[in-house]
C-alpha cells in the first residue's frame, strides 16, 4: 500500500520525515535504524517484547462499550480502546519498552529523554528501571511546576530529573536540551524520543512499538461487533497514540480516520497547538513535517490545557496522511477537551488524561451528527495526572 | 604577519546582543585581523550549538531581530568588508525563506559562503547545486570525524573548495585539548584532496590554534569569543584576536 511504500525510501513519508541532522548525529541514527531493523526481525526479540505487554503492561487492553456515554449524546455508539489501563497508565509505555530494550541489546547505559506532561518520562523512566538502565528526563521548569506527582514518580523510580530552564521552558526547549546532552556521549547514552517525531528512524519506530494498539483493536472490535467501526480517533500531540491505532485501520477505506489536535483558547499564534491545521512544512529537531512558525522560519510559542499535545511539531506520517487525504485532522478547544472529560468521568467512571479527552470531546459531536456510525476513540491515557488541575482552574463550573 | 599561519575566523552571531553590536564587532573583528567572519542567522533550535551559542541565539531573536535586517546590514557592510563573510543557519531558516530568494539576497550582500550544518546532502530537500551555482554561491559542506566513511568520500567527491569540521564529536563549547581523534580527521581529509579546510569547535587560545598548523587552514573561534564578549566585552574579543593574528 502507498503509505508503506512511501516510508520505504529512508524515513520518508511522502516529503515529510528524513534525517535533517548535523554530521556527528548522522551515524548515531543510522546505527539505531540499523541495530532496530535487524532486531524487529529477530523473533527472541519481539517474542521479550511481547512478553512485557503481556503480563508487564497488561496487554491487550480492552475495548469498552461507553453505553451511557452514548446514551447521554443521543447518537452513535461509542467505543474506547482502553490505553489508560496499561501500567503507567497511558499508552507511552508500549514504545518505552521498545525504546528500553534496544537500547540494551545495544548496550547503552543510560536512557534520555524530553518530557512535556512527565507522562513519556513516567514511562521511559518505569521501562529503564524493569531493563536496568540509568535514565536521566528533561524536563521544562514550567511542566515540572505543572506536573508535579509525574516528577516525583519518575524520581521514586530512580530517574533524574533535569530541569529546563532556557528559552520557552517546556516541551521543545526540552527537546533541544536532551539533544545537547545525547551530543556529548552518544556512545552511551540513547536518546529515547517521546512521540513519532524526531529524524529517522524514531516516527517508524515508534509506531512500530504501538501499533499493537491498532492490531489489537481491529479484531477485537470485529469480534464484538462483527464489524470494523465507522469512524476511528484519537488526539494528537506528537501522534503517537493516533498513529499506532490508525496503523491497524489505514488499509481499511470505508473506515474514516480523525486525528484531534488543541485549538487550546483560540487560533491566535501561541494560545493553540493545531499544527496540521495552522502550521506549514518545516525543518525542525531533525526531521520535516508540519509546523507552526513564523514567517522567518523560527517556531512559534504553542500551548494547550494538555501539556501533552504542546508541542509545534507533529510526526511527519501525520503530514503525509494529512496530505494525501486519509486521515483527516481537526480540533477540539480547552473548553470542549475540559467538557468531555467531566462528561465521561460522570458517565462511565473514567477519568481520562486532558490529553485523550480532546478525542473524546470530538466524538461526542461526531456521534451526534452521525446517530447510525459506531465510534472507536483511542483512550490513550487516565487522568489522575490531571485532576488537581482541573479542580483548581475548572472545577467552579463542575461542582 | 607569517604567510603560513592559521588563518583566523571569528564566528558571531547576527543580532547578540544586538545588530549595532555585531555591526561594530564585524568591523572590529577584521581591524584586529581576523581573515573572515562566519556570521551565523539565529534560529531557536540550533542543534549542533553548545549552550551559549544558544542562548545568543535566543537572545538575538528575542529582540525580534529579523532576517531581512541581517540582509540590509550585510548590503551595507559585507560588501566593502575586507575579509569574506561564511553566513551560517539551520535549513529552516533557509526553506522558509526559500532557497532561490535566499541565495539571491546572499549574491546582493556578496556572500559566497554558505554553511547548514542540517542539511547532509542526501536528503530529500537538499540547496540543489546548479542554484547554488547561478548565484555564486559555495556551499560549505560540515563534516564529523565519526561520519561514516562513504558519507565522507561522497562529500568529498563533489570537490568542495572549503570543508569544515568538527573535531570532537560533541558540540560547540570549550574543550581543553584538541583531542587525537580530531588531528587524525584532519589529517585523513587533508590526505583525500585539496581542501581549504576550516576546523573549529572548542578552541580558545593561540596555542591550540598553532597545533592546528599543517592540518587545517583555517581556525574558527566561536564559544570562546561568546564568553570574551559576555565576561568582559568587546574589547576582550578584539585582543585575543590581535594577539593570535599578531604573532
Ligand atoms: C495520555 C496522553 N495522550 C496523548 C499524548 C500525546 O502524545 P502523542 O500524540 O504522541 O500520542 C500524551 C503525551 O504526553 C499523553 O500523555
Known amino acids: 500500500m502507498e503509505t508503506r511504500q512511501a516510508n520505504a525510501v529512508k524515513g520518508y513519508f511522502g516529503e515529510y520525515g528524513g534525517a535533517y541532522l548535523p554530521p556527528e548525529l548522522i551515524p548515531v541514527m543510522e546505527e539505531i535504524a540499523d541495530e532496530y531493523e535487524t532486531l524487529r526481525r529477530t523473533p527472541t526479540f519481539m517474542e521479550e517484547l511481547q512478553e512485557y505487554y503481556t503480563h508487564y503492561v497488561g496487554r491487550p487492553s480492552p475495548i469498552y462499550y461507553a453505553g451511557n456515554l452514548t446514551e447521554q449524546i443521543g447518537g452513535g455508539p461509542v467505543y474506547l480502546k482502553r490505553e489508560d489501563l496499561n501500567h503507567t497508565g497511558a499508552h507511552k509505555i508500549n514504545h518505552c519498552l521498545g525504546e528500553a530494550l534496544l537500547a540494551k541489546h545495544m548496550g547503552k547505559m543510560k536512557l534520555i529523554a524530553e518530557t512535556g506532561a512527565g507522562q513519556h518520562g513516567v514511562a521511559l523512566a518505569t521501562a529503564a528501571a524493569l531493563v536496568g538502565i540509568e535514565c536521566d528526563i528533561y524536563m521544562g521548569q514550567i511542566d515540572i511546576e505543572k506536573e508535579h506527582p509525574n516528577v516525583s514518580r519518575m524520581k521514586i523510580l530512580g530517574a533524574r530529573v533535569i530541569p529546563v530552564t532556557t528559552n520557552t521552558k517546556s516541551l521543545k526547549d526540552a527537546v533541544d536540551a536532551a539533544f545537547e546532552a545525547y551530543l556529548q556521549d552518544p556512545v552511551n547514552q540513547f536518546y529515547a524520543i517521546g512521540s513519532v517525531v524526531g529524524p529517522h528512524p524514531f516516527p517508524t519506530m515508534v509506531r512500530d512499538f504501538q501499533s499493537i494498539v491498532g492490531r489489537e483493536a481491529r479484531s477485537q472490535f470485529i469480534q464484538m461487533t462483527g464489524r470494523l467501526p465507522d469512524h476511528v480517533l484519537a488526539c494528537v500531540g506528537g501522534g503517537s497514540n493516533a498513529i499506532g491505532l490508525f496503523s491497524g485501520f489505514l488499509e481499511d477505506n470505508e473506515v474514516s480516520l480523525h486525528g484531534v489536535e488543541p485549538s487550546g483558547k483560540g487560533f491566535k499564534d501561541g494560545e493553540h497547538a493545531a499544527t496540521l491545521t495552522k502550521g506549514t512544512p518545516g525543518i525542525l529537531h531533525g526531521f520535516r513535517s508540519y509546523l507552526l512558525q513564523d514567517k522567518s522560519g523560527q517556531p512559534l510559542p504553542v500551548y494547550s490545557v494538555a501539556s501533552g499535545l504542546d508541542y509545534p511539531g507533529v510526526g511527519p506520517e501525520h503530514s503525509y496522511l494529512k496530505d494525501i487525504g486519509r486521515v483527516k485532522y481537526t480540533t477540539i478547544s480547552d473548553e470542549e477537551a475540559i467538557k468531555a472529560f467531566f462528561a465521561l468521568s460522570r458517565t462511565e467512571g473514567i477519568i481520562p488524561a486532558i490529553e485523550s479527552a480532546h478525542a473524546v470531546a470530538f466524538a461526542m459531536k461526531l456521534a451526534k451528527e452521525n446517530t447510525e456510525k459506531t465510534l472507536l476513540i483511542n483512550l490513550s491515557g487516565r487522568g489522575d495526572k490531571d485532576v488537581d488541575f482541573v479542580l483548581r482552574h475548572y472545577g467552579k463550573g463542575y461542582l | ?247
Not at chain 2, 566593502?80 to 553566513?87: C, E, H, N, Y
Open chain 2, 1 to 247: 604577519m607569517s604567510e603560513k599561519r592559521i588563518q583566523f575566523m571569528a564566528h558571531l552571531v547576527a543580532g547578540y546582543p544586538d545588530l549595532l553590536t555585531t555591526e561594530i564587532m564585524m568591523k572590529g573583528i577584521e581591524n584586529a585581523g581576523a581573515d573572515s567572519i562566519e556570521l551565523q542567522i539565529p534560529f531557536s533550535d540550533p542543534l549542533a550549538d553548545g549552550p551559549l551559542i544558544s542562548s545568543a541565539n535566543h537572545q538575538a531573536l528575542r529582540n525580534a531581530i529579523t532576517l531581512k535586517e541581517i540582509f540590509r546590514l550585510l548590503d551595507r557592510i559585507a560588501p566593502s568588508l575586507p575579509i569574506p563573510v561564511f553566513l551560517m543557519t539551520y535549513s529552516n531558516i533557509v526553506f522558509q525563506c526559500g532557497s532561490s530568494r535566499f541565495c539571491s539576497y546572499c549574491k546582493k550582500a556578496g556572500i559566497k559562503h554558505l554553511i547548514v550544518p542540517d542539511l547532509p546532502f542526501d536528503s530529500k530537500h537538499a540547496l540543489p547545486l546548479d542554484l547554488l551555482q547561478s548565484f555564486h554561491i559555495d556551499l560549505v559542506p560540515v563534516l564529523s570525524p565519526s561520519m561514516s566513511r562513504q558519507r565522507l568520500d561522497a562529500i568529498l567527491s563533489s570537490h568542495p573548495r572549503y570543508v569544515y569540521t568538527t573535531l570532537k564529536t560533541g558540540i560547540t563549547g570549550p574543550e581543553e585539548e584538541i583531542q587525537n581523534q580530531g588531528f587524525r580527521f584532519l589529517k585523513e581529509i587533508r590526505e583525500k584532496g585539496d581542501f581549504r579546510i576550516i576546523a573549529g569547535f572548542g578552541l580558545q587560545s593561540p596555542s591550540q590554534i598553532h597545533f592546528l598548523k599543517g592540518y587545517a587552514d583555517i581556525a574558527v573561534v566561536g564559544s570562546h569569543l561568546l564568553r570574551l564578549y559576555n565576561e568582559s566585552g568587546s574589547d576582550a574579543v578584539f585582543d585575543f584576536i590581535r594577539t593570535y593574528a599578531d604573532v
